[in-house]
């Protein structure tokens, strides 16, 4: 059995499909420009104390290059997904609460529901399909936290703007 059955505890305040995510829209050309987001949400974190943490994120930008970019594809929002993004745009620009990855999930959860989505993991999908060109991606809230609420406001309006 691997250590014995007593696994270490890693201590990883973002995941490797939040770094996915994150690598998909930041577009860093090095690990650095990575690190700037991570500790802006995770403020103890850096290299040095999480060395782990700093070889994924390298792993991710290898990993995204190799697979994710080529399968990427973005595709506009309806007129409802348009109307909804623009709304949480406009949410995340005057967000004045603590913009924690809880409080930025139950807002989205909560602009999917004043639009009237049926069904919203439709929402989310919708989400993920525009900003990050993919099917699915990691809680919404957690990927805005990381990216920051302007960062993210930012690429809803660039997505809407392009299609």
């Known amino acids: 059995h691997i250590h014995n059955g007593n696994p270490p505890e890693v201590d990883m305040p973002v995941s490797f ?11 860093p050309e090095d690990k650095s420009q990575l690190w700037g987001f991570i500790t802006r949400y995770a403020q103890d974190a850096s290299p040095e104390t999480h060395p782990l943490l700093d070889e994924l994120a390298g792993y991710a930008m290898r990993y995204y290059t190799d ?15 348009r109307t909804a993004m623009a709304d949480l745009s406009a949410h995340l620009k005057a967000f004045a609460d603590e913009p924690t990855s809880e409080n930025l999930q139950t807002l989205t959860f909560t602009i999917g529901k004043d639009h009237h989505f049926e069904n ?6 919708a989400l ?4 990050l060109g993919q099917a699915q991606g990691p809680r919404f809230g957690s990927f805005a936290a990381l990216y920051g609420k302007d960062n993210t406001a930012r690429l809803i309006d660039e997505s809407l703007a392009r299609g």
């Open 17 to 27: 499909a939040l770094l996915l995510n994150l690598v998909a829209v930041a577009n």
């Open 67 to 81: 697979f994710i970019l080529p399968e990427k594809t973005y595709r506009a929002p309806t007129e409802q997904e």
């Open 120 to 125: 919203l993991r439709e929402w989310f999908k």
């Open 128 to 131: 993920y399909e525009v900003l």
